[in-house]
């Protein structure tokens, strides 16, 4: 089997008790614990920051903090983000002036930097970055609200990406966001995804270990 990772986006947590919720999903088997960052300026939301990743920490969260930035521009808040115990720091290449050096950031901040690509930006922008980056995370709805439909053509993309990556052969995690759930985390795994991340078809559950387990199940039967 290959070394999938379930991440629950907090974006649909219960903010009334962050703490709590979010160690349910460790708790239930969660891997990764993934930040959904908005600006209301890249995207039409607004969410947290690094104080809620910082206060995670301090309630006792040890997991992999995933950090998905949504933000232009972008370099101004990796170090803060960095110092509140974020691990992985991905970013919109459209939010960066200077793609290397945002890389660059967020590495010598001692995090694992990695570009997010939306529905319709091309691959082509890992033909320049890809021997420098840890993740690519494929956006599978377009950005800025938890809750949406799983957009069918991210297959192929994930297959082209799956691809590039195995030519660089590098460990870059090959993540999704968006619309993931029981009925499509599998075939989005047979695609080339390894790291899944999963907001309201959790946290919207009524058992998060039972719907964790049973993503894993799913995820069991890919050759």
Do not use: W
Not at 65 to 88: C, Q, S, T
Not at 95 to 120: F, Q, W, Y
Not at 149 to 174: N, P, V, Y
Request: aromatic fraction near 6%; glycine fraction near 6%; include cysteine.
């Amino acid at each position: 089997m290959n070394d999938y990772k379930i991440a629950p986006s907090i974006l649909s947590a219960d903010f009334s008790r962050l703490g709590e919720d979010v160690k349910k999903t460790v708790d239930a088997g969660a891997d990764f614990v993934h930040f959904d960052v908005m600006d209301n300026h890249y995207v039409p939301n607004l969410t947290i920051g690094p104080l809620v990743c910082s206060a995670l920490r301090s309630f006792g969260i040890k997991n992999i903090i995933d950090v998905h930035l949504m933000i232009k521009p972008v370099d101004r808040i990796i170090p803060d983000f960095a110092e509140a115990g974020a691990n992985y720091i991905t970013f919109h290449p459209e939010a960066s002036d200077h793609i290397d050096r945002t890389i660059k950031l967020i590495r010598e901040n001692n995090c694992m930097p990695g570009i997010v690509l939306n529905p319709a930006t091309p691959l082509s922008y890992l033909e320049h970055c890809i021997d420098d980056i840890d993740m690519i995370l494929l956006m599978s709805v377009n950005p800025g609200f938890p809750g949406q439909k799983f957009i069918e053509g991210t297959l192929k993309k994930i297959s082209q990406a799956r691809s590039l990556i195995d030519k660089s052969k590098r460990k870059i995690r090959l993540e999704v966001d968006g619309g993931i759930n029981l009925e499509n985390i599998g075939k989005i795994a047979e695609a080339g995804a390894d790291t899944f991340v999963a907001g309201s078809s959790i946290f919207n559950s009524n058992n998060y270990s039972e719907t964790i387990k049973s993503m894993r199940d799913k995820l069991k039967e890919i050759k």
